[in-house]
């Protein structure tokens, strides 16, 4: 089981994953943690704890387009931390 950062905000971010959620909507969650003071190294590493038991496959690409997102290797337009990913290019 992954460590907890905001138990409420895990779950939906959990079954968003689950669902093969859009990218907004995967955006969206990372958005609350983002607005909850959490940081982009306690998301990362969350995701990381994730993909081992998601072995290749759809569940481990949603979870790397949610680190995408988060690390900022992205558009600008899906990046959620400010600064994440800045020297890599847009």
């Known amino acids: 089981m992954p460590h907890t950062i905001i138990?409420?905000?895990?779950?939906?971010?959990?079954?968003?994953?689950?669902?093969?959620?859009?990218?907004?909507?995967?955006?969206?969650?990372?958005?609350?943690?983002?607005?909850?003071?959490?940081?982009?190294?306690?998301v990362a590493a969350l995701l990381q704890e994730l993909r081992p038991a998601a072995q290749e496959g759809p569940l481990e690409d949603a979870i790397l387009d949610a680190l995408d997102m988060v690390t900022g290797w992205c558009g600008p337009e899906l990046r959620v931390w400010d600064g994440a990913g800045s020297d890599h290019a847009p």
Do not use: E, H, N
């Open 7 to 42: 138990a409420d905000i895990d779950r939906d971010l959990l079954a968003a994953l689950d669902a093969r959620a859009g990218l907004c909507t995967l955006r969206a969650v990372l958005l609350r943690y983002k607005a909850s003071g959490v940081t982009a190294a306690q």
